[in-house]
């Protein structure tokens, strides 16, 4: 069974980092392009981040891009998302995200990013 | 970026066949798939490049749609199929998805 599950997330005042977690189960973690994808309160989503399998290619859309970087690491099967300069509207629940070649078919459960002061 | 375009909200009875239609601002091939995001969870894969139902996805979800016009289709609709539901492309970077519509029974 597909397991991702994130960690790290909470309260951080803006203008300050954090980073995010996620450990990934019951898959081939090394084969997958894995994403972060987003949801700010009681809004729609917005994909965040993708890294290739090696951890070479990196993508970001304009409103992170810059300030958030994403990792993996294979051998422990983990993805991360450092996120930097962080404001009030980064504000949102955060889910790891497996890519099947053009989709995200599996999603974990999230994490809940606040900045605020 | 490409905008993809849902109507906010619909409210059908059980039983009934409910569509749920996504527009986008330019071409997006097949590249299309939609999620069902029920209150407190994360979103679930339900149908991919456009047509083809994903794992463990029950036959009343369908998928249709080329270009820029979409739909998904739900019949029979259930009391279980209450949630918010979100279109993605993937034909253009960035990846986008639409603002969802939520389905709520009657």
């Known amino acids: 069974e597909v397991q991702l599950v994130e960690s790290g997330g909470g309260l951080v005042q803006p203008g300050r980092s954090l980073k995010l977690s996620c450990a990934a189960s019951?898959?081939?973690?090394?084969?997958?392009?894995m994403a972060w994808v987003r949801q700010a309160p009681k809004k729609g989503l917005e994909w965040v981040a993708t890294?290739?399998?090696?951890?070479?290619?990196?993508y970001y859309p304009d409103s992170v891009k810059g300030r958030f970087t994403i990792s993996r690491d294979n051998a422990k099967s983990s993805l991360y998302l450092q996120m930097n300069s962080l404001k009030s509207e980064d504000t949102a629940t955060y889910y790891c995200?497996?890519?099947?070649?053009?989709?995200?078919?599996?999603w974990g459960q999230g994490v809940m990013v606040t900045v605020s002061s | 970026d490409t905008v993809l375009t849902q109507s906010p909200a619909l409210a059908v009875s059980p039983g009934e066949r409910v569509t749920i239609s996504c527009r986008a601002s330019?071409?997006?091939?097949?590249?299309m798939h939609w999620y069902q995001q029920k209150p407190g969870q994360q979103p679930k894969l339900l149908i991919y490049?456009?047509?083809n139902l994903a794992s463990g996805v029950p036959a009343r979800f369908s998928g249709s749609g080329s270009g820029t016009d979409f739909t998904l289709t739900i019949d029979p609709v259930e009391a279980d199929d209450t949630a918010t539901y979100y279109c993605?492309?993937?034909?253009?970077?960035?990846?986008?998805f639409g603002g969802g519509t939520k389905l709520e029974l009657k």
């Open positions: 019951g898959f081939t973690f090394s084969n997958y392009y």
């Open positions: 993605q492309q993937s034909w253009n970077g960035p990846w986008t």
């Open positions: 330019e071409s997006v091939s097949t590249l």
């Open positions: 890294i290739s399998t090696s951890g070479s290619r990196t």
């Open positions: 490049k456009a047509s």
């Open positions: 995200a497996r890519i099947g070649v053009d989709y995200f078919d599996y």
